[in-house]
């Protein structure tokens, strides 16, 4: 066997082996069980082995957020590690500092896909330079396959976790949210298709929504003439910016403040006293760390614990995030009124007295 059939010979293995590889982590991130927590699905970290690989390790293998070429970086690190003593000073300071800074997001920052992110600008970069200079001498002529079998899989996986590839496989979403409507996390058919619709925007209408909010967010900043239509206090315009101003002047009195919504803004742009919290997940945050909203408590008990022990009278949110919770939407509807609302959904409520 001549050298270039052998580099041929390994170069289509270690294809044949990234493709099984691919087909068994994609079976199991796709999986969907037949009794699930909606919250958990809509994060992939339903099952254990999906937060394993979706979550603990979901730098590498979160295919549908940060494609599916990151991976090929363990070997590259494994390869590293193997001849640790020949690398040179800032080859060993790089391997350090990643090695530190992904088990530091799989520890803590599993739960969401955007900390995984965070090493992205790099990975992508050192797995396409160091599988360039690994095919270099004798083996340089396969440089051009290897760049074209990279492209291949980068486009793939856009195309099968678009909604064009998700409506073309086999019913897909459609099972998805039939799974999710049969869990003991009861939701709405309407705040399901909210759900739908958020996970299945492309990049280019997230893109495209990011830049109307920080357009209209800073670029406008009156608060438009309120108008009383039976009780609804609404206004139109597209901007962040007027309702916390009005939160800003809200007649509050010493000691009272604001539930917030996973809306940290209200503590940059006001003086409102603000308590986070997350209806997704029914956190809520204190001194003594995270605690339960609704959990074991009825409407009524929330709106006491709410007005009485978190000291609240306002609840500021964004109606998107309200299709997470059908028990926060729901105290939403039965004891609150909205007072404010712009054109992009975000949403102020008054807490109305207990009967």
Request: glycine residues 6%; contains cysteine.
């Amino acid at each position: 066997m001549t050298r270039q059939t052998k580099h041929i010979t390994w170069f289509f293995v270690s294809i044949v082996l990234c493709l099984l590889i691919l087909m068994g982590v994609y079976a199991i991130i796709d999986y969907v069980p037949e009794e699930i927590d909606a919250n958990l699905n809509h994060r992939g970290i339903d099952t254990p082995m999906k937060l394993l690989l979706g979550g603990h390790l979901g730098h590498f293998f979160k295919f549908e957020f940060l494609g599916n070429i990151n991976w090929l970086i363990i070997p590259i690190l494994g390869h590293a590690l193997w001849r640790w003593k020949r690398l040179q000073q800032w080859e060993r300071a790089f391997v350090f500092m990643y090695i530190l800074t992904f088990g530091l997001i799989a520890l803590r920052g599993y739960f969401n896909y955007r900390y995984m992110m965070t090493l992205l600008p790099v990975t992508m970069p050192v797995v396409i330079y160091f599988l360039w200079n690994m095919l270099d001498g004798e083996a340089k002529f396969l440089r051009k396959y290897a760049m074209t079998f990279l492209l291949a899989l980068i486009l793939f996986n856009s195309y099968k976790y678009s909604p064009f590839g998700k409506t073309a496989a086999t019913g897909e979403t459609v099972a998805t949210a039939e799974a999710i409507a049969s869990t003991t996390v009861k939701q709405s058919q309407e705040q399901l298709e909210k759900l739908e619709q958020i996970k299945n925007r492309t990049i280019g209408q997230r893109i495209k929504d990011k830049l109307i909010f920080f357009k209209d967010a800073f670029l406008h900043n009156d608060i438009p003439h309120l108008q009383k239509n039976n009780e609804r206090y609404i206004i139109n315009p597209n901007n962040i910016a007027g309702i916390l101003q009005y939160i800003d002047q809200l007649p509050l009195e010493k000691g009272r403040g604001v539930l917030s919504n996973n809306l940290p803004a209200i503590y940059y742009y006001t003086n409102a006293r603000a308590v986070y919290y997350w209806c997704e997940d029914d956190f809520y945050y204190r001194e003594n760390g995270p605690n339960f909203l609704f959990k074991d408590r009825d409407y009524r008990a929330v709106h006491q614990h709410i007005v009485n022990e978190l000291k609240c009278d306002y609840i500021f949110t964004l109606d998107l995030y309200n299709a997470y919770s059908d028990e926060f939407n729901g105290f939403l509807e039965a004891h609150c009124t909205l007072e404010y609302q712009n054109g992009v959904g975000h949403q102020l409520f008054r807490i109305n007295p207990l009967d």
